[in-house]
Nanobody, 122 residues
């Protein structure tokens, strides 16, 4: 099992940057494909970015490509989401999730953090 705790959310103006962190417990962090999802009010949870076990492969939803960067450090049991050029439409609760296989589907993930709020003002 793995437990996930996100941090780093907050209020930011359009064009600003935030860095989200997701700290994982347990000694098997490197066994998991890690992803970030977000859920805006009244909308379904959506995939934002994912990173392979080694960190050598990443995947992004089209709306964040070129603005967001996902990274991980298996020695620190941590995955990050660097968010630049933030837009009001990025406002959501951001959650990290762990899975044994790569997936963009929420149903593919068995472990979730509690989420952290990101609000981008115009």
């Amino acid at each position: 099992q793995v437990q996930l705790v996100e941090s780093g959310g907050g209020l930011m103006q359009t064009g600003g940057s935030l860095r989200l962190s997701c700290a994982a417990s347990g000694r098997t962090f490197s066994s998991y494909y890690m992803s970030w999802f977000r859920q805006a009010p009244g909308k379904e949870r959506e995939f934002v970015a994912g990173i392979s076990r080694s960190g050598g492969s990443t995947s992004y939803t089209d709306s964040v490509k070129g603005r967001f960067t996902v990274s991980r450090d298996n020695a620190k049991n941590t995955v990050w989401l660097q968010m630049n050029s933030l837009k009001p439409e990025d406002t959501a609760v951001y959650s990290c999730a762990a899975a044994f296989g790569s997936s963009r589907n929420v149903n593919g993930y068995g472990y979730w953090g509690q989420g952290t709020q990101v609000t981008v003002s115009s």
